[in-house]
């Protein structure tokens, strides 16, 4: 089931939702990660064509990987993952590449325990692209996080101006 969101902040019943089993689990996965195509559901705000989510997920990371890029310049987006059954999470890693833009993109992550009622913030990191120096950014951030219902990333594309939210690669670890 796929439906376009158009508000700022996002409704589940109004997003773009990749259910599990939809696509391939990528490869191997690394001891202790986190199965997200077999143990959750994940939401985002928009997608754009030729960049869905399902790229964010497919196993892919590093320079010139494909991508989840947003279908709307300008606008903060989320990205929901909804778990089965509540996850300890020890480890995030997550990757973003920009070549032909220079903005600041702001990364923050929050945590639910109670099913996405309330969350809680656990970063919230800058990442300064330039298309003539630094193109790529990837953070590898230890955790304890217990009974993780919900884990939502909020993407501002530029503090300072005109963008487009987009992430490679997102991975969670037990």
């Known amino acids: ?12 019943k109004d997003s773009i939702r990749v259910r599990k089993g939809l696509l391939p689990s ?30 964010l997920l497919d196993g892919r990371s590093g320079r010139g990987a494909t991508s989840w890029t947003s279908a709307r310049a300008n606008a903060t987006e989320e990205i929901v993952i909804e778990f089965d059954a509540p996850e ?45 120096g630094s193109t790529y950014q990837r953070e590898d951030l230890s955790f304890d996080l217990h009974a993780v219902t919900h ?8 503090k300072g101006g005109g963008g487009t939210a987009s992430l490679t690669s997102v991975r969670l670890f037990r």
């Open 26 to 55: 990528p490869g191997s996965l690394a001891s202790n990660e986190i199965d997200l195509m077999g143990s959750a559901t994940v939401l985002c705000s928009s997608e754009q064509l030729g960049h869905p989510i399902e790229q």
């Open 1 to 12: 089931m796929r439906a376009h969101n158009h508000g700022a902040t996002m409704d589940t």
């Open 88 to 132: 300890h999470i020890a480890r995030i890693i997550f990757d973003a590449e920009e070549v032909h833009t220079e903005r600041t993109q702001q990364v923050t992550i929050e945590t639910s325990s109670d099913g996405g009622q309330t969350f809680r913030k656990c970063l919230m990191q800058e990442y300064t692209f330039s298309p003539r």
């Open 151 to 158: 884990l939502r990333l909020i993407i501002v594309p530029n």
